[in-house]
């Protein structure tokens, strides 16, 4: 009798908890998009939103990235931005956020990013997650269509936003774009005009990242030569007359608070790099001259004041390039250059900021 019972409940059981999560997981197919939903874990009454940004460099997500991002949108929908592949976010989000409804957009048109649901979905967020990929299609959809103003809007009203090695790319007021593929450093430095290094500006707007241009896999893929082509090319082309980089390494990311204040975590390093003058050559068809950009290293618990621009731990030093050749020089570890000079540090200092100010001109 016993056994009856349990041939008859296990395949009950089982249907039930089917039934369940075909429930709780929904997939809409539009025009131009597909929608994966899941529901929360463990729903409860959202709270507001804290605004917040995720650098992440790629190749492994960062569980304190995760958390960061899971307790700064206060619980409601955390929605997912993607312009190819499935929902594959949804089941780590869902696991690591249980108070957050999950939902996944894969907008693979123009059409798709002006869609009334897709804006809706965006509209209600209570947190953004832009997954990685090719950037370019980000830019070719997104750009003056609802998803784009959606974003800002979303930004501007505190909801906290994040993004992995494609969706860093995008958050920063300059972008590599990437419309003709990637570009490597030694084809970006012997020629800065290349038409692989393809610019654009404002493509969101994340005022916290005013200035500044991101990258991605950065040590792993030799960025930095790419990187101070792209600085190089803000400043030449009058964009701006001091732009800032931040590169970051493969399972690590930079934890930004709506102050400006971030730290780093993960496992390898981030780079936060300054340029404040013009370079010496930056024209089409010559390899690139650039002295004298300031760049500091930091790895996981040091902390980087973006408003300031000031560093506490990690190290510091100067890039340069000669003729598309890089090489670097060691900086003052613990000492902020200001206008008025090194301040070097005081015996029995626990920590001090490595700044570096503009230089007069």
């Known amino acids: 009798m016993i056994g009856q019972l349990r041939r008859i409940a296990i ?4 249907t039930l908890l089917t039934q369940a999560l075909s429930c709780a997981a929904q997939t809409i197919n539009g025009s131009g998009y597909t929608a994966y939903s899941v ?31 899971c307790k700064h949108s206060g619980g409601g929908e955390l929605v997912v931005l993607r312009a190819s592949g499935a929902d594959d976010y949804n089941s780590e989000f869902h696991s690591a956020c249980p108070g957050n ?9 123009r059409e798709g990013a002006n869609d009334p649901f897709v804006a809706e979905k965006i509209r209600n967020a209570h947190a953004i997650f832009i997954a990685g990929g090719d950037q370019s299609n980000y830019v070719k959809y997104w750009t ?26 995008v958050q920063g007021e300059f972008v590599f774009d990437s419309m003709l593929d990637t570009v490597k450093s030694p084809k970006a430095l012997a020629n800065p005009y290349d038409p692989h290094v393809t610019l654009t500006r404002d493509f ?25 082509v792209f600085l190089a090319r803000i400043v030449q082309d009058g964009w701006t007359q001091q732009a ?7 399972t690590t990311a930079v934890l930004v608070e709506a102050d400006g204040h971030s730290r780093v975590v993960g496992k390898n390093s981030a780079y936060f790099m300054t340029l404040d003058h013009r370079p010496e050559v930056c024209v089409d068809g010559k390899p690139l001259t650039l002295r004298d950009v300031k760049v ?47 301040l070097l540090p005081r015996r ?7 700044r570096w100010s503009p230089r007069l001109r």
């Open 204 to 228: 969101l707007s994340i005022p916290v990242l005013k200035g500044i241009i991101t990258d991605s896999h950065f040590s792993q893929r030799q960025r930095m030569g790419r990187s101070l």
């Open 296 to 342: 500091w290293k930091l790895s996981a618990g040091d902390t980087f004041d973006l408003r300031t621009w000031a560093a506490t731990g990690g190290s510091s030093f100067e890039a340069n390039v000669v003729d598309g050749k890089t090489t670097t020089s060691a900086g003052p570890p613990a000492a902020a250059r200001t206008r008025s000079g090194p």
């Open 11 to 14: 395949p009950f059981v089982a």
């Open 101 to 109: 409804s999950i939902v996944t957009l894969v907008i693979t048109s």
């Open 348 to 354: 029995g200092d626990a920590a001090i900021p490595v």
């Open 144 to 169: 003056g269509n609802a998803v784009q103003k959606e974003i800002d809007a979303a930004v501007a009203r505190g909801v906290p936003i994040g993004g992995i090695s494609a969706g860093l790319a």
């Open 244 to 250: 800032h980089g931040i590169g970051v390494d493969e």
């Open 39 to 69: 529901a929360a874990k463990d729903p409860a009454p959202p709270n507001a939103p804290t605004f917040g940004v995720v650098l992440l460099g790629g190749h492994g997500d960062v569980d304190e990235a995760t958390a960061f991002l």
